[in-house]
């Protein structure tokens, strides 16, 4: 069982940064995919960026050369560093893991950005 705690959410103005945190209960190190993904309404969930285990990074369409993935083993949290974002960017943003074969999610954190 992975516990997830996300944070950082919130309301940013378009072209603003805003960064988003996920701690998890296990060590990072333990598990294999680590991913953000967001979910708008109405719309299906959608990949934001993955990292697996040995930090490959891999990101969707949605945060390609605006986003940024990285973690801090210590703390055994990922991040996603989100910049200049847009009028479509606002979504509910999960964090997941990919455990033991197993998946899991956070509760997510609501994001909104004001023209």
């Known amino acids: 069982q992975v516990q997830l705690e996300e944070s950082g959410g919130g309301l940013v103005q378009t072209g603003g940064s805003l960064g988003l945190s996920c701690a998890a209960s296990v060590s990072i190190f333990s598990i294999t995919v680590m991913g953000w993904y967001r979910q708008a309404p109405g719309k299906q969930r959608e990949l934001v960026a993955t990292?697996?285990?040995?930090?490959?990074?891999n990101y969707g369409d949605s945060g390609e050369g605006r986003f940024s993935f990285s973690r801090d083993n210590a703390k055994n949290t990922v991040y996603l560093q989100m910049n200049s974002l847009k009028p479509e960017d606002p979504a509910v943003y999960y964090c997941?893991?990919?455990?033991?074969?197993?998946?899991?999610w956070g509760q997510g954190t609501q994001v909104t950005v004001s023209s």
């Open positions: 997941n893991v990919y455990y033991r074969w197993t998946a899991y």
């Open positions: 990292m697996t285990r040995d930090g490959t990074t």
